[in-house]
């Protein structure tokens, strides 16, 4: 069995899923080939994360259905969000990125049915499968699933539909992975998920617990958290704050999006501004190498410009690294009711510079519009990487 599997643009999250599928794979005696036309399966990846993800993936599932008849089975996001317009175009098998277990494609099992292994025998992965698939190459840091799936619902994220509910792994089998990055002598762990401000419930844990027994684990390796909701940090204000106030946590990520609950209670999300800025600040008075990291979404239908300036001075006053976001509205989405006050592309993407503009004019911050331009985000890692030198160099 020869199994070709296409480049991806999906989140880091999926790039480790299929970094298991394809052991699961190999581990069954499959060749994985960098030669479609060799290959007996073609393994065609998938993203819904934003719309010109969407449209690539729809291209790259057309051409190689096309190119390679019958042998395609489209893997991803969009057959979660979006079946209907993939099943309108192609006929061919379907994996699901949800999946009732901890983590994702449980369903290409079906698809295989001549393997010994199954899928869930084969542990979680902390590096992805090619080399190119990393914005900064650097197998010193690696990358620990937690948990899958979302706890939230928000009426824009076009995320959630393709990731499903919240499920957490167990603690043991969090600290199994990161014992095998002890081993490999790991300098950062970097401990992510769709969300992991509510990790743990489900399996009868929480984030502080697990941080806790993550950093006492080895002393030996910083901890990165990554897409860690306010409403986690709100939640766990006490247990959290000594965590995230020790030194080896790093790096801390949290998605504001919007300082104004007018807009926030449109997004179906809660404004926990007024708890999160002391909680902040008394952070960064104790660990002042922390890279703080947030998400802003602008021009929101709607949006004053009062509200986008309040959003901007808090992420500035408060955060290290922004990434600057325009409001993408789909119509499968609950926040598709607001279409008729959306603003235009142009005027997003002016929205999106003056932005920039008025936090690298007003604060000293790294600032970057992620995924939703060419770059960016390899960009924002060098200058992440710059920013994390300039404060590991100040006096502790």
């Excluded at 259905?65 to 019958?70: I, K």
């Excluded at 002598?185 to 009868?204: A, I, N, S």
């Excluded at 449109?266 to 104790?286: D, I, S």
């Excluded at 976001?325 to 592309?345: F, G, M, N, R, V």
Aim: charged share 30%.
């Amino acid at each position: 069995m020869k199994v070709f599997i296409t480049d991806d643009e999906m989140c880091t999250t999926q790039k480790l899923n299929l970094a298991r599928v394809q052991v699961w794979l190999t581990t069954n005696d499959a060749q994985v080939v960098e030669d479609p036309r060799e290959a007996d399966r073609i393994l065609a990846m998938t993203c819904n994360g934003w719309s010109a993800l969407e449209k690539k993936s729809y291209e790259r599932l057309k051409s190689y259905d096309r190119d390679h008849p019958g042998k395609v089975i489209s893997v991803g996001c969009v057959n979660d969000a979006h079946p209907e317009t993939v099943r309108s175009f192609f006929k061919g098998p379907m994996v699901k990125t949800n999946s009732t277990l901890p983590l994702s494609f449980q369903g290409i099992e079906d698809l295989f049915p001549e393997f010994d292994v199954e899928l869930k025998d084969v542990p979680a992965q902390s590096v992805f499968r090619r080399k190119e698939d990393y914005r900064e190459y650097n197998l010193s840091k690696r990358f620990v699933n937690i948990a899958e799936g979302c706890a939230f619902h928000c009426s824009f994220c076009t995320h959630k539909p393709g990731l499903g509910r919240r499920r957490s792994r167990p603690v043991d089998d969090i600290l199994e992975q990161i014992s095998g990055c002890v081993r490999d002598g790991v300098k950062t762990v970097v401990l992510m998920g769709m969300e992991t401000g509510l990790y743990g419930p489900d399996v009868g844990s929480s984030f502080p617990t697990l941080l806790e027994q993550v950093l006492n684990f080895d002393d030996s390796y910083e901890v990165h958290v990554a897409q860690f909701n306010p409403d986690g940090a709100a939640r766990h204000l006490d247990a959290l704050l000594p965590l995230f106030q020790n030194k080896r946590v790093s790096d801390i990520q949290m998605p504001v999006q919007s300082t104004s609950t007018r807009l926030l209670k449109m997004m179906n999300r809660k404004n926990h501004t007024v708890t999160l800025e002391p909680f902040l600040q008394e952070l960064r008075a104790v660990n002042n190498r922390a890279v703080l990291r947030t998400d802003l979404i602008v021009g929101w239908p709607t949006e004053t410009l009062e509200e986008r300036t309040a959003s901007l001075d808090f992420a500035g006053r408060n955060f290290d690294e922004i990434a600057l976001y325009s409001i993408e509205l789909h119509e499968d989405l609950p926040a598709w009711k607001y279409q008729d006050q959306a603003l235009s592309e142009t005027e997003l993407d002016a929205i999106r510079r003056a932005s920039r503009e008025y936090l690298l004019e007003n604060y000293d911050v790294v600032v970057h519009s992620g995924q939703q331009e060419d770059d960016a985000m390899a960009n924002a890692e060098a200058m992440r990487r710059r920013l994390r030198d300039r404060k590991w160099a100040a006096p502790i």
